[in-house]
Every structure is written in structure tokens, then in C-alpha cells.
């Protein structure tokens, strides 16, 4: 039963450098989240989808691009990466109104 | 102003305990509303949906004031498994837009023996 699979789990960049985080979910889920945790703060909302073929701005877009490939797979791009970029990211899922979740979080550094 | 805010913490208490969570949203198009429990950086899981009537789960208990926007988190006899992170989340919905879930920064809590 693998609910909310991200990838990869560890990564680290150089500056500059480019990378996509893979996120899945096998719930048939219509909502997808990308969120960035960084420390003393919450979840801080990156990008989301409401539903297939719509994405919509979070709290902190700012470096992010995302994709909604099909209802599944919603990816985050980071396309030229800073170190202010370094953190936690999950990816969450669910239906409108209902809890989220999460998958087991990327951890990114950039150098 | 953040959309969702909560009490700074950290909160240290003694076993058996009573500690209460505050948090209040600013965004009135707010529908739902959750607790998440989040341990040691991992990923966080719900702990329980807030009612408008108020809701209980054996320790916990949930409460919520519309009009003030205003959510609370009641643990009652304080277990040292209780210690964790606990997040204020609300749903804002838009009618073109969907739902966005908004989290709060955390209240952390350390149960001691």
C-alpha cells in the first residue's frame, strides 16, 4: 500500500545546478501539495493542484516550477538551485476539505 | 500577518499534564480545519479533523470558535509519547482555485517524566 511515494529522498546540488522531485500517489487523490519545511517554521506551501491540468502559486513559488504529468505524478522543478533552497520538501495528496498525505519528505542541500 | 498562526512554544510540561495549543487564521473563506502531529523532522500525520461542534478522541480534544478564528488543541493527561511538534492546518477554498492547506509554524511539546 504505498499512498504518497516521493523521490528521490536525499539529494545535494551546487548552485546553479537543475533537479525535479518526483512525487506519486496511488489514492486517486484530485488535490496534490509540494511544501518546503525549513527550521523553527511549519510547512510552508510551494505550488499545489487543485485538480489534473490546473496548478496554482502557494505561499513561496519563487524558484519552483511544478507539472501535474496525469492525476498520479505531480513533479517540482527547481531550475537553476540556491542554497536558500536547502530544505525538507514533501509532497502531500487528498480530496478537497479532507486531511492530507504526506509522503516521507526529499531532503536537499545545496552547496 | 501569516495566514495561520500558533503559539511560539516550545511547551515543557510534566507528565499528566493538561497543555492547551492555540491558533488563530486570518482568512475567512477558511472551510476545514486539522491538527497534524509532526515527530522529528519526519513527515507529519494527522492527529484529528476540527468540527464546528467540537470533537474529542480519547485525550485530545478539538474545538473551534468561527467568529473569533480561532482553533484549539486540548491534551489531557500528558503522555511522554505525546512529545512532538503539533500543527494548526486550515483549508482555504476558492471557488476557481480549489483548496490550498495552510500549515502553521508548529508548537513543539516536550513531556517530561
Known amino acids: 500500500n504505498a499512498g504518497v511515494t516521493q523521490t528521490p529522498k536525499f539529494q545535494v546540488l551546487k548552485t546553479g545546478q537543475s533537479m525535479t522531485l518526483q512525487c506519486a500517489q496511488d489514492m486517486n487523490h484530485n488535490s496534490m501539495y509540494w511544501y518546503r519545511q525549513d527550521p523553527g517554521m511549519g510547512l510552508r506551501l510551494i505550488y499545489y493542484s487543485a485538480s489534473e491540468g490546473t496548478t496554482d502559486k502557494g505561499e513561496v513559488p519563487n524558484g519552483y516550477n511544478v507539472s501535474r504529468l496525469n492525476k498520479r505524478e505531480f513533479s517540482l522543478r527547481l531550475e537553476s538551485a540556491a542554497p536558500s533552497q536547502t530544505s525538507v520538501y514533501f509532497c502531500?495528496?487528498?480530496?478537497?476539505?479532507?486531511?492530507?498525505?504526506f509522503g516521507n519528505g526529499t531532503r536537499l542541500t545545496v552547496t | 500577518r501569516k495566514e495561520v498562526e500558533q503559539d511560539p512554544g516550545p511547551f515543557n510540561v510534566p507528565e499528566g499534564a493538561t497543555v492547551a495549543f492555540n491558533c488563530t487564521y486570518s482568512?475567512?473563506?477558511?472551510?476545514?480545519f486539522f491538527w497534524y502531529r509532526q515527530d522529528c523532522r519526519k513527515e507529519p500525520k494527522l492527529l484529528m479533523s476540527?468540527?464546528?461542534s467540537g470533537n474529542e478522541d480519547g485525550r485530545f480534544t478539538a474545538q473551534l470558535n468561527r467568529a473569533s478564528q480561532y482553533i484549539s488543541l486540548l491534551i489531557r493527561d500528558s503522555k511522554l509519547s505525546d512529545s512532538a511538534t503539533y500543527l494548526c492546518v486550515v483549508n482555504i477554498v476558492t471557488y476557481n482555485q480549489g483548496g490550498k492547506l495552510i500549515f502553521g509554524q508548529g508548537t513543539e511539546l516536550s513531556v517530561k517524566p
Open positions: 476540527v468540527y464546528s
Open positions: 502531500a495528496s487528498g480530496y478537497l476539505n479532507s486531511p492530507l498525505h
Open positions: 482568512n475567512s473563506a477558511s472551510q476545514s
